[in-house]
């Protein structure tokens, strides 16, 4: 049926497109759209005919007036009635971002968490509105352009400390600090259309005014983030750390390693437990999941089983796992809001700084080499989100389609270049 369509949430919509001769009937609306409140689409399609009819008796039922000869507007069906959100007393922006947070704490990390609800109150710190309702499209397209001239690390500063949003802004024009970078802008933006689009089905509001706001593209995906060249890699691993074996804890040799041969993030790798790590039809493997206490995924389709590669294999990861006595694999890593990875992150920024890496290199990059060599070896996209935990963005492969063996993946994680490891000395030895 034309008119029916269904929602992300899986949730049946009805869209009917009014003529512009009768907009009038239906005070100026171009298109009456209605939740159908069910994920049946037999029932939703029950609904949507009845609402069809009572839609087309509005059109076709005008009666003539006896005074000027002119058409009078019968009054809509209550439901198909122009809707406007209700307006309760608690229905502030602030109210409804709480009640958003509440819901993102059962599926994002605490840190995850931390960073959507700050940019969202910047925004909404900008928007200053004082009813949810009374934010439409205009306004976000104001607060776009305000975002560009927004100071980056605004904390940071003690000249911006008490003053709002609005106030940063006027005092960065006299100081001309960095402002956000339009990957920035887009970042909050998007932030700010989940929240709307979570408000209106839950009908705190009836529009996402950020919805869809375009941005002018700066780079390529695939520019976005630098991965290690041959040269860098052979630069990071042919360090005392791992040529001499002279570290303080044993992350230090291992996480880098494991970084470039499985291209997991590194709460991933730092949040393991010896039991992620064995044997599945005689492949050793490690399986990146929430089942233990302390770990989080960061969605759904980071859950995954990695084949080990050999040459990890061949330096002593399996003697090292075999040689903790503990139940996790790096028990010296303690958790914290931001995961089991904070320490790490920290010595990994400034080890790689201390060899001359400028920004835009960290320990992400290792997940981007990673990416970019499997693109180079022309392995397909879905064998190279089995081993990083991508989405297929493809029903088909998404909802239908098998996991491939892992006798396949293996072979794919094999195809990593280990030549650059030349002069890494054995753990065991």
């Not at 776009?144 to 609005?166: E, W």
């Not at 090292?320 to 996790?328: K, N, P």
């Not at 931001?338 to 992150?345: N, V």
Request: charged share 25%; proline share 4%; glycine share 4%.
């Amino acid at each position: 049926m034309r008119y029916l369509h269904i929602s992300k949430s899986g949730i049946w919509q009805f869209r009917f497109q009014i003529p512009s001769e009768h907009r009038h009937l239906f005070d100026g609306r171009k298109e009456i759209k209605r939740s159908l409140k069910t994920s049946d689409k037999q029932v939703a399609t029950i609904h949507a005919l009845q609402l069809e009819i009572e839609i087309r008796k509005s059109l076709t039922s005008p009666t003539p007036s006896s005074k000027n000869n002119k058409l009078e507007v019968q009054t809509p069906p209550k439901s198909i009635a122009v809707q406007r959100p209700k307006q309760r007393l608690n229905n502030t922006p602030q109210h409804a971002l709480d009640l958003f947070i509440k819901y993102k704490r059962a599926h994002l990390s605490d840190k995850s968490v931390v960073m959507l609800q700050a940019k969202c109150n910047v925004v909404l710190d900008l928007l200053n509105k004082k009813q949810l309702a009374l934010i439409r499209r205009t306004d976000a397209e104001q607060v776009i352009d305000l975002l560009r001239r927004y100071p980056t690390n605004l904390k940071k500063h003690r000249l911006f400390s008490g003053l709002s949003g609005t106030q940063a802004i006027k005092l960065n024009k006299e100081l001309g600090l960095p402002t956000l970078s339009e990957e920035s802008v887009k970042d909050y933006s998007q932030k700010m259309s989940g929240f709307f689009e979570c408000c209106v089905l839950n009908e705190l509001t009836d529009i996402n005014p950020f919805k869809a706001i375009r941005f002018k593209k700066q780079r390529k995906d695939s520019a976005a983030k630098s991965a290690y060249s041959s040269a860098d890699l052979h630069k990071l691993f042919g360090t005392p750390v791992h040529c001499e074996r002279d570290f303080k804890h044993p992350y230090y040799y291992w996480l880098p390693l494991l970084g470039y041969f499985t291209g997991a993030r590194l709460n991933e790798l730092c949040q393991l437990y010896k039991a992620d790590i064995y044997r599945q039809e005689g492949i050793w493997v490690l399986q990146i999941d929430d089942r233990f206490e302390g770990q989080k995924l960061k969605n759904l389709t980071s859950r995954r089983i990695v084949p080990i590669h050999q040459r990890l294999i061949d330096i002593g990861f399996i003697d090292y796992l075999t040689s903790v006595q503990h139940d996790r694999l790096f028990p010296e890593l303690k958790d914290s809001k931001d995961g089991f990875g904070s320490a790490a992150s920290k010595w990994f920024g400034r080890f790689k700084t201390r060899l001359g890496f400028a920004k835009g290199y960290d320990f992400h990059s290792f997940r981007h080499t990673v990416a970019t060599q499997l693109k180079q070896q022309q392995v397909s996209h879905i064998a190279a989100g089995a081993i990083l935990g991508h989405s297929q963005n493809n029903i088909t492969y998404d909802r239908y389609g098998k996991d491939l063996n892992i006798e396949q993946v293996k072979t794919v994680v094999n195809l990593i270049d280990p030549r650059p490891l030349d002069k890494v000395q054995n753990y065991s030895t």
